[in-house]
């Protein structure tokens, strides 16, 4: 499984940016898709996922701002982020669920980052 992740860049605070993630490959495995983030200094922290049945998650920090979709058929995922702060400054990764019906494990995949920048 590969993810591509697109989006990111510069925005100010208080502004909206979009994140898209497409998985490729052994994508029928894949149940869990979204994003994490990470910021220099810290761990990286759960953003959003959500579930091959539109089951999302959010990160305590992004609730009632950032809004997560999932296009099943296209194996995509968007990430709307609103009223952005400039503490979600970070590299935001495409992280997916998976399970290797070979080895009978789950698996996660993760894609490259993306930086995300928020002025204040």
């Known amino acids: 499984v590969q993810l591509q992740a697109s989006g990111g860049g510069l925005a100010q605070a208080g502004g909206s940016l979009t994140l898209s993630c497409t998985a490729s490959g052994h994508t029928l495995s894949l149940n869990r898709i979204g994003w994490y983030r990470q910021a220099p200094g810290n761990q990286r922290e759960l953003v959003a996922t959500i579930s091959r049945g539109y089951n999302a998650i959010y990160g305590d920090s992004v609730k009632g701002r950032f809004t997560i979709s999932r296009d099943n058929p296209q194996n995509s995922v968007y990430l709307q982020m609103n009223s952005l702060k400039s503490e979600d400054t970070a590299v935001y990764y495409c992280?997916?669920?998976?399970?290797?019906?070979?080895?009978?494990?789950?698996?996660?995949?993760w894609g490259q980052g993306t930086q995300v920048t928020v002025s204040s």
């Open positions: 992280y997916a669920a998976g399970f290797d019906a070979v080895r009978a494990v789950p698996v996660d995949y």
